[in-house]
């Protein structure tokens, strides 16, 4: 029966996980995969969430299914998170959530749920995207397509992007990234979201916004302006959010499928809907990285250190993005990546070519994907001048 079955090349970004463990080269350097690391090069377990640990362990009284929409205690702290606190969304009732394994999971819940719910509906993401979206929803049996949004220049082309969607057909669902655009970094300013906002409602696109970088860009609520304007203006959004970058729960495997609907009424029916859909994929998440969320968020004290930690993150992000284009300097490649201060996120799209990626792994051991990206959480002080000359050695 598997006689016939091909060998296939592992995942282009968990691959480079275990080609960085196997180089032997001590001064390796990881800008592969997006997890945050800190100066000495750990992805350290955030106190917020250690604290919400010990107090889980301690309280907990059981184990049983937490059901196919997940806990309601982590909906009801997530909702907020993304939507804002006191949001017209939330006091109209129309935004319902769902736990799901990941912002990958609830990627899935939603191609799903449009596969089956609005049949003929095709899916716009953009030129470049994250990799796994070229691969959720052809999986879902959906089609996609792509809308530009780099130039030749590694410039964010907001033009092209929004002539693209002006073409895209009525009713097709266009995925936007919330922030921290992944791979590029480059997020639409505050009057861009604005345009795309009209262009949406005039050609009666589904949004389908994926906000796996919250508090990594600007801030919290900054880095949910563009989520907000649409969930508010227009009546169906559908939101994939994560926690496992901003609470730093990779493993545990913890998002939320948020659905925007017209009306209180049409939400339970679209709620009703996504359930089976969870149902069928996996019946109920994994609720760990949920309750740890929870647990943080409806104390005020923990909530307070995790928001003093995720702004050490972005602060330390933004620093090394200054800092690898000014050590750029003394070999007069500033202005060629200047690109990746101006960036936001855990990702810079650097402009280096696939050729000059395989030259930086092979004689430097410096891993990113092929197609230029670096995760900047990977940059250190320690490792900025190696990094540089290598970068300037094969410019
Ligand atoms: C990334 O893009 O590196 C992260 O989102 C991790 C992943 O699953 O690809």
Known sequence: MFEHIERVPGDAILGLIEAFKKDTNPQKVDLGVGVYKDAQGTTP????????????????????????????????????????????????????????????????LAADFIANQLPGKDVWVSDPTWPNHLGIFPAAGLTLHKYPYVDAENRLDFDGMLGALKQIPDGDVVLLHACCHNPTGFDLSRDQWQQVLEVVRERNLLPLIDFAYQGFGEGLDEDAYGVRLLAENLDEVIITSSCSKNFGIYCERTGCL????????????????????????????????????????HSAELAALWREELTEMRDRINTLRRDFVEALKPYGLDEKYACVAEQRGMFSYTGLTPEQVDRLRDEFGIYMVRSGRANVAGFSHENLPYLTKAIAAVN
């Open 45 to 108: 377990v955030m106190r917020a969430v250690k604290e919400a640990e010990a107090l889980l362990l301690k309280n907990e009284t059981t184990k049983t299914y937490i059901g196919s929409h997940g806990a309601p205690a982590y909906g009801q702290a997530v909702l907020p998170m993304v939507l804002g606190e006191g949001s017209p969304v939330l006091e109209a009732g129309r935004a319902s959530a769902t736990q799901s394994p990941g912002g990958t999971g609830a990627l899935r």
């Open 258 to 297: 948020i659905m925007v609907a017209r009306n209180a009424e049409q939400m339970e029916n679209v709620r009703s809907q996504v359930a089976i859909v969870a149902r069928e994929n996996y019946s109920n998440p994994p609720s760990h990285g949920g309750a740890i969320v929870s647990e943080i968020l």
